[in-house]
């Protein structure tokens, strides 16, 4: 089994990031990870564990998540419903506790990588919430006496949108790693992964005109590594070529722009360019 992350077959890790998830792992910390949306912060938890032979365990943050959600729920309308009905299970309050994501991530009979993913979408005291769980590898039970213990420490990895501010007590716990956007050279190694035997000119053309759309001044959303794999997709479908992806000012829409304009603003900024291109005809 690895005991270092190098990155996988499927997914390429820059030296920094790689350097970011062993020291996580060696200093037994969380690693916080943040990056604009579309940056592969969610994939690098699968590929950690599928990298290190681990088994993974995510939990989905929402609005309405609380801290408590992950290690456990007790049912109690369930067992008064059965209480009223006689049922015998209604002695063994066991039966009435739901195992969260933490519990099951501490009662594996493995090591695995917890996720725990869109940290920052939950309530501003969510984090600090998980602080003694996530120091300690254990928390109580209240109602049936017992404490979980983590059988072995599992590799936490937190993803935050930067949606919002996260607690200084709970940085101070992580080893923190921002996944800048790829450089050209490095988004050309992920798009070669995704659709090997891409031709050299469609790409060449194809990321030439994605990082001239990501630099836009106005541009509301600017599109991503998940977005420009869409899009590529969609080109290699339509069995476009280079040329094919050629603009002019009369038509400055790209082609098939759905996947990379995610809304109606941007699509009426480059309207608004080729209306101008016309104009100065």
């Known amino acids: 089994m690895e005991t270092k992350f190098r990155g996988t077959d499927t997914y390429v890790a820059t030296d920094d ?14 690693l916080l990870v943040k990056g604009e949306p579309g940056t592969g912060k969610t994939e690098l938890a699968r590929q950690v564990a599928d990298g290190l032979g681990l088994d993974m365990i995510e939990w989905n943050i929402k609005s309405t998540t609380r801290a408590h959600q992950g290690l456990y729920e007790y049912d109690a309308v369930s067992r008064l419903r059965d209480s009223q009905l006689g049922d015998e299970r209604v002695h063994d309050i066991s ?9 099951d991530a501490f009662a594996s009979e493995d090591r695995v990588v917890l996720l725990i993913d869109e940290i920052d979408k ?3 005291e969510f984090p600090n919430d998980l602080l003694q769980e996530l120091d300690r590898m254990e928390f109580h039970v209240y109602e049936t006496g017992e404490t979980i213990r983590a059988k072995h420490r599992p590799i936490v990895i937190i993803t935050s949108n930067n949606e919002k ?3 200084d ?3 101070r716990r992580c080893f923190f790693h921002y996944i800048r956007f790829p450089d050209h050279d490095t988004l050309r190694r992920i798009v070669e992964v995704h659709h090997p035997g891409i031709k050299e000119s469609l790409l060449t053309a194809a990321l030439t005109q994605f990082f001239e759309i990501r630099e836009m001044t106005g541009l509301k959303k600017k599109p991503s590594t998940s977005e420009v794999l869409d899009w590529l997709k969609l080109i290699l479908a339509e069995d476009l ?8 000012g009369a038509d400055a829409l790209p082609k098939l722009h759905g996947a990379l304009l995610k809304n109606e603003q941007d699509v009426h900024l480059f309207e608004r360019l080729a209306f101008m291109a016309r104009r100065q005809r």
């Open 17 to 30: 990031l790689t350097v970011a998830v062993n020291a996580a792992v060696q200093l037994e910390r969380p």
């Open 95 to 103: 039966n009435y506790i739901r195992r969260g994501k933490l519990w």
């Open 122 to 124: 939950a309530d501003i």
């Open 165 to 167: 501010e996260l607690p």
């Open 169 to 171: 007590a709970f940085l």
């Open 241 to 248: 070529d280079a040329d094919d992806l050629r603009r002019d």
